[in-house]
Each structure stands twice: as C-alpha cells, then as structure tokens.
C-alpha cells in the first residue's frame, strides 16, 4: 500500500507562489500515475493536474502555466509549484497516487490560501 503526506500549504498574497509537496512511502514501485486535486469550501474536489508514468502531464485549464507537477524519483517525491497565484486558488490540495492492485491513495491534504 502506498501513503502520502502533503506538506508546502500556507497563506500567500495574489500574486504569490507555493510548493507543495507530495512524499510517498510503501509500495511506491508500483505506482503509475499521481495527480494533485483541489477542494475549496462548498465545492466538489476538482483535478488540478496529474502525471504518469513517462512525465506526460496534464493540467485544469484555470492553472495552465501557473503550475507545475513533477516527480523526482529519487525523493519519492511529487511537486506543485505554483506561481502568480489568485484568490479562487484557495482550497485544501490533496496528493493521490494509483497502483495497480492497490487502487487510488490520498494524502490528507495540505490548506492553500491567497488573499487579496
């Protein structure tokens, strides 16, 4: 089984940046995908962006070339920096990771917020 803790979460002004972070531990070799998702209060959880395998990544269209996800192997780590962040950003940030066999497994998430 795979587990994850999120970290990186604060309180920024707009304009400002963040890096979450996303540390795996368990039966990490066997994930094959990992994504960052985002809830705010009221609202569904949303995908903020998401990587396989390969690096191929993928991103929500309100975060395009703000944020980055990446994985740095050797860390067992996954990235979400995030620049020129704006108010509608604020959420608590879940890490998730799929495995085969294993299913999905979420981090207990990290609070992000931005003031005006």
């Known amino acids: 089984q795979v587990q994850l803790v999120e970290s990186g979460g604060g309180l920024v002004q707009a304009g400002g940046s963040l890096r979450l972070s996303c540390a795996a531990s368990?039966?990490?070799?066997?994930?094959?995908?990992m994504g960052w998702y985002r809830q705010a209060p009221g609202k569904q959880r949303e995908l903020v962006a998401h990587i396989i395998s390969g690096g191929i990544s993928t991103y929500a269209d309100s975060v395009k070339g703000r944020f980055t996800i990446f994985r740095d192997h050797a860390k067992n780590t996954m990235y979400l920096p995030m620049n020129s962040l704006k108010p509608e950003d604020t959420a608590v940030y879940y890490c998730?990771?799929?495995?085969?066999?294993?299913?999905?497994?979420w981090g207990q998430g990290t609070q992000v917020t931005v003031s005006y």
């Open positions: 998730n990771a799929i495995a085969p066999g294993d299913g999905i497994s």
């Open positions: 368990g039966i990490i070799d066997s994930i094959n995908a």
